[in-house]
Structure formats: C-alpha cells, structure tokens
C-alpha cells in the first residue's frame, strides 16, 4: 500500500496564530446529497481552507459513511481532514480500531465527542464496553498516537444536558486535560456571549484555542429551528431583521451580511479562526469568507 499523505495537523497549523478558516461538511445518505456535497466541496476547496470536518450521526449513526467520506476527502484535496469520532456507537476496541485505520490512511485530525443517543431512545446509556464521555474518547487517541490533533466541542450558552454552566466548563477543563488541542463551539449568533464563554473557560484553566463555530442564517425558519434544537438563544436584532420576510434571497442577504459582521468582529476581537457549519451548501458561507477576505481576513 503507498505511504499515505500526511498533512499539517490543527495543532501544528493553530501554533502558527494566523485565521484559521474551516468548514464542517455531513456524509450525504442518497445521490441528490452527494451530488450537493461534491458541488459545495468544488466551490469551498479554493478557498484552502485549515481543514474540514465530517460529522458522524446519532449513535454512530453514519459511521460507515462518515469513515468513506473522510477518506475520500483525504485522498482529493489537499487541506486537513478531520474525522468526527464518538463513544456513542463504538465499543472501546471498535474505536480504537477506526482510529488505527484513519490514522493508517493519513488522517492526523480528529473531533473527540461523547456523541448523542439515538433519536427514539432518549434514555440510553453507554455500555460497559463503551467509553462514557468525550475526555475518555480524548484519552485513547491520544494514547494511541502522539502526532494527532485532538479537537473537543464546546458549549457557550451550556450543554442542553448540563447540571449548570459551573459543570459544564469542568467537563471542557477534563477533556482538555487529557489530551485536547483546541475546542469548537457550538454554533456563536452572539459574540459577547462567545467572549464571555472563552473569559470563563481561561478561569476555568482552559488554555487551549476556541474556535467560534459560525452558520449563515439562510431561511427565516431556521432561527426557531436552532433555539429549539441546539437549545441557544438567536439575538432579536438577527430575529426582527428575517421575521416575516418571504424572500428567499433577501433573508440570505442578511444572513450574510450579519454572519460577516459578526465574523470580522470575531477575529478583530483575538478569536483564533472562524469554523463554518455548512449543512453541505456553499454559496453562502462562500459569500461569508468573501466579504471577510475583502476586509483584509
């Protein structure tokens, strides 16, 4: 089998402190996916971004998916992969095996996630071959290998599941401790919020980078559809400019132009880069980092 590329880790490429731009991507289940995937991909990859990262579903849910994808990505461009891995889904040597395998294939970034249980069992518990938490996940690669980049999620406005926000930061501070590179937030329509957060996280005695995740506002429907969701709180002047409106194009306008506002504020402000959730569209993320580039970004 040849040597498989190896390319600069988040680690490596975060040490260098210059913007770091990604863009998060999910396995497509049928062609129409795919074929929207691969048009995101074409448009998105001159951009160069740092990286981009491939989500893995409910349960590990898509894993078999998520593992093609990564691959395939790996094997196309030049840019940074990173694999999305959970403890939900996965016994302990299951992962530990996935793991051996990406690694064998060049893979050097990885997205350590507790993962979440699967849609029609809300009560499920890991198994007692299974890791519990994010940290533990962190743990294993990085006892497995010692020249990976390890991510971690992180939560500003607080896990939906968590005791109190007081918890919620222990929990970041443990996964950091075993062995976390930098942390991704959830999606940030707030940047003081975003601020307050990493203030906290560093009395916390979190050290490692904190990527703001960023996700253009593209329909008026999906304000709701992420407060209930993600459990976080949409600014009312993001909410009073698309409320109501009908047109399409007029809502993505301003979706844009918020998400290039607040991005630029972001890093004017010290944050390390900006990570976009893409839902594998391009055309406005695309618009976002245009407008960012045309500010000097």
Known sequence: MATPSVVETMRERLYRRDPVFSFEFFPPRDAKGGEALNNALVELSPLNPAFVSVTCGAAGSTRDLTRDLVCSLQDR????????????????????DLVKDYHARGIRNFLALRGDPPRDDPGWTPGPDQAGHAADVVKMVRDLFSDVSIGVAGYPETHPEA??????????????????????????????GYFAFEHRARKSGVRAPILPGIMPVTRSGQIERFEGMCKIEVPKTLRAAVRGREDPGRVREIGIAYAAAQCADLLRRGAPGIHFFTLNQSRACHAVFAALQAMGW
Do not use: C, P, W
Not at 77 to 96: C, D, E, K, P, Q
Not at 169 to 179: D, M, Q, W, Y
């Open 77 to 96: 461009y030049r840019f940074g992969v990173m694999a999305h891995i959970t403890a939900n889904g996965y016994s302990r040597s299951g992962l530990a």
């Open 163 to 192: 005791a109190s926000a007081e918890s919620d930061l222990r929990f970041l501070r443990e996964k950091v401790e075993a062995g976390a590179d930098f942390v991704v937030t959830q999606m940030v329509f707030d940047n003081a």
